[in-house]
């Protein structure tokens, strides 16, 4: 490491709090959204965006990085694979999956559903991609959002009353990053449009996915849960790594998906340890200095890549307190040897200058992309919890957690009333052998071919992680601590991720934002604005829900539908009114995430305008053809 840098790290992960506080929304709050905005976002505002976007582009050209070469051996438990299937290692988050990216395999230019370790890892990630080819585009933008208000009342069992917790565990924004040691083990040239982002040459840069995710509050703690705070928000930067070489000849099986990840924070210091080698407790525990962000509030959300290491930032407007994290050595970010798993401190970068259409990560299901994301289908709420699974892990550096009130299996609520669901399951000499597993069907859910969950096949073994409703106690580093869940919560994430037979509030119209005080305010998003202040001209929308799908062939397509065969329903993008300035562009229209609300201007098509599968990408994703941004277009001009 550079000189002083290894004490650096130690001081800054030498201890770690949690911070939760108080705060919803009120119709007082929700008009200050326009006020806001303002004089927030004006003329002066984006040209300072355009001077980091110039300045982005001339470091790009003539930077050369040289980053230290220590290695830096794994933890026994760690993020080497955030799936939590690794051969090797043990894995931090107990709530695996939720933080990854949902990769495919390709070979021979066709993409298929990736196996790691003999178990299904995709998930359902509905996006809008921003295409622009101005130079740029690809590594500096900036977002504003206004984060839900839920419900003053508690989530019921039948889904009369619900959160946002329980809608999406982390809408997103996405960006790729250079990785030289990510999928396919090729050199990159950060912010260049000279890597290639196909799935058929060898040449591709090594390539890495990076999402700036928020979670939602109710449901914690975040090291085994998806909530820093019972009332409130914070965010996060990921960056996951892919340890496969070009068409999968080769994976390493104990790392095949590692995660670099850190809170947001009000200095910048990391809660602990972000890299996927030296990840502990303190890496998923909020701090005093974690942001925190009150439903309700406007958030500013800029991306940028000066040389000191790509950047997210999150201003939060209705606070005026900023949380911010830069992804460099200095910091404690590594990328992965594909060959022993060990570390080395890395600065990252974004990948690509432009956000033109071809600019991807080779390996992820999602063609972006410069995405807006809400990660779906990690949610049942039950009447009652059955089948105890307790964890209990101790790390090297004295570090524990223990929590034993959790459940496999949800009776009642979304499995229907008087109805048992998935699990438990228990490993065997043949396998991890699971009870009640089933999976998507022609009908709605069906039994599932095979009882072993370490199978690769598409079925939900487990309705697992599950937490009751109100406190329970857990043990932080050896100390009892007071934990919540909104609801009796399963989280479909501890044998396979995600509902994969559909019934849970994610797949139930009446689940979502409608204007009802029983159910939570949707999400809105303004932007996002170019590095020069101007909106992306077009736009993509999609969906990768055919990849979870058991009827869907990625091969062909047959059966790949959106909704996925069975379900009910399944949420899409719309744009509703609003006047914002946004510099020198204005837009009367906000998007929106969930169905149609009372005053939805545009839908296009509700799920119709996820298009079609892609068969020349991976056929478990489906894509609309190439739009004009409609936020900026049409209804919406000004």
Request: proline share 10%; net charge negative.
């Given at each position: 490491m550079r000189n002083g840098e290894e004490s650096l790290m130690r001081i800054r992960w030498s201890g770690s709090g949690h911070s939760a506080g108080s705060g919803r929304g009120s119709p007082r709050a929700r008009r200050r959204w326009r006020l806001l905005l303002v004089p927030a976002v004006g003329i002066a505002a984006v040209c300072n965006l355009s001077l980091v976007g110039s300045a982005t582009a001339s470091v790009a050209a003539t930077r050369t990085v040289l980053e230290p070469s220590t290695s830096v051996a794994p933890n026994p438990t760690n993020e080497l694979d955030c799936n939590g299937w690794s051969k090797a290692y043990k894995t931090v988050k107990k709530l695996a999956g939720d933080l990854c990216t949902d990769p495919i395999k390709t070979v021979d230019g066709k993409g298929s559903r990736f196996v790691d370790n003999g178990w299904y890892v995709g998930h359902d990630e509905p996006s809008v991609k921003f295409i622009s080819s101005t130079p740029g585009s690809g590594n500096t933008m900036t977002y504003l959002m206004k984060v839900p208000v839920d419900p003053k009342v508690a989530p019921t069992a039948s889904g009369s009353v619900t959160n946002y917790g329980q809608l999406s565990v982390a809408p997103w924004f996405g960006l790729p990053m250079c990785d030289p040691d990510?999928?396919?083990?090729?050199?990159?040239?950060?912010?260049?449009?000279?890597?290639?982002?196909?799935?058929?040459?060898?040449?591709?840069?090594g390539s890495a996915f990076m999402e700036l995710q928020l979670y939602p509050p109710g449901y914690e703690p975040f090291v085994d849960s998806e909530s820093c705070s019972v009332t409130k928000w914070c965010a996060a930067l990921t960056i996951d790594s892919l340890e496969c070489s070009f068409q999968f000849a080769t994976c390493n099986p104990n790392c095949e998906e590692p995660t670099n990840f850190a809170f947001l924070q009000t200095d910048g210091v990391p809660a602990g340890p972000p890299s996927p080698q030296l990840a502990d407790v303190s890496t998923f525990s909020p701090n005093s200095r974690t942001l925190l962000i009150n439903q309700g509030d406007v958030l500013r959300i800029s991306i940028t890549d000066p040389a000191q290491g790509f950047t997210t930032k999150i201003q939060d407007l209705s606070t005026g307190q900023t949380g911010y994290m830069v992804a460099s050595a200095a910091n404690g970010f590594m990328n992965t040897n594909i060959a022993d798993c060990d570390g080395t401190p890395f600065t990252f970068h974004a990948e690509y200058s432009t956000a033109s259409i071809q600019n991807r990560v080779p390996w992820a299901a999602l063609e972006g992309g410069v995405l807006m994301e809400q990660e779906i289908g990690h949610s049942e709420v039950c009447s009652s919890l059955a089948n105890q699974d307790?964890?209990?892990?101790?790390?090297?550096?004295?570090?524990?957690?223990?929590?034993?009130?959790?459940?496999?299996?949800?009776?009642?609520?979304?499995?229907?009333?008087?109805?048992?669901?998935?699990?438990?399951?228990?490993?065997?000499?043949?396998?991890?052998?699971?009870?009640?597993?089933?999976?998507?069907?022609?009908?709605?859910?069906?039994?599932c071919p095979t009882d072993n969950a370490d199978s690769g096949t598409l079925c939900e073994y487990a309705d697992g992680f599950c937490f009751p409703q109100g406190a329970r106690t857990a043990q932080v580093n050896g100390v009892n601590t007071t934990e919540w869940a909104d609801a009796n919560q399963c989280f479909a994430d501890r044998y396979q991720n995600g509902d994969l037979d559909f019934d849970g509030l994610s797949y139930q119209r009446s689940a979502w934002p409608n204007g009802s005080p029983f159910h939570p305010t949707s999400a809105e998003y303004v932007g996002p604005l170019q590095a020069n202040g101007q909106p992306y001209p077009q736009v993509q929308y999609e969906s990768d829900i055919g990849g979870s799908s058991y009827l869907c062939n990625t091969n062909t397509g047959a059966d790949c539908t959106v909704p996925p065969i069975s379900a009910s329903f399944y949420p899409y993008w719309s744009l509703s009114p609003g006047l914002f300035p946004l510099g020198q562009t204005q837009t009367s229209c906000v998007w929106n995430f969930g169905g149609n609300l009372s005053n939805t201007l545009e839908n296009f098509g509700g799920d119709a305008q996820y298009g079609h599968p892609d068969l020349t990408w991976y056929g478990g994703t489906s894509i609309s053809p190439v739009e004009p941004n409609p936020e900026y277009t049409g209804r919406c001009a000004i």
């Open positions: 990510s999928y396919p083990q090729n050199p990159c040239t950060p912010d260049s449009d000279s890597n290639l982002g196909g799935i058929t040459n060898p040449a591709d840069a307790p964890f209990s892990e101790s790390f090297a550096n004295g570090q524990s957690f223990t929590d034993t009130d959790t459940y496999d299996t949800c009776d009642g609520g979304s499995e229907g009333a008087g109805q048992t669901g998935e699990g438990p399951c228990a490993a065997t000499s043949t396998g991890v052998i699971c009870q009640n597993a089933e999976t998507q069907g022609p009908n709605g859910p069906q039994a």
